[in-house]
């Protein structure tokens, strides 16, 4: 059998908000597994690889395949809300009993840290370094900046386009 990560996001072709759950660890495993039973489902296919060729050969059964993805997309978002939300019930229950988080206090603190030592080496030795660790240290400060605005995120909320997608989602769940 294939595996099949490589052949759900060949499927997120026809549905390409998809594309944004396929990261590594068992998550993308368990979300190509549900693309891959839906594409099954929608073409009638028995393997996930006859599933995805009907689908490519079929504009129909891409359409069906893009319209069950969508609900697909609202539950894997509605799984990931109850999740962040159940953390943030954490640290509320956190500070009910008059406690701190450290670890996440600690985690923010080391990320900014992280960050701010990556932009002092870029800067203070910009000049006696070569272009390809100037590369590298660029990408471990953005990896320290996305985990700066995921903790923002998280604390604070997200964009308009999130409240916008929350409130979405609560029409369709009916709350």
Known sequence: MLPLIPIAVQLAQFAPSLLRFFKAGDASTAV?????????????????????????????????FNLRAMELDAQLDLAYLADRQSARARDIEFIKAG???TRADVMVGLAALGLIACLVVLTVFRGS???????LISTI???FGVCMRDAYQFEFGSSRGSREKDQLLQHRSGA
């Open 141 to 143: 400060a953005s990896l």
């Open 129 to 135: 370094i070569p272009g390809e660790v100037i590369g």
């Open 99 to 101: 406690q701190h988080n």
């Open 32 to 64: 190509a597994d549900q693309v891959a039973s839906l594409a099954q489902q929608v073409s009638g296919a028995k393997t996930p690889a006859e599933a995805l060729e009907a689908i490519k050969a079929n504009a129909e059964l891409q359409q069906q």
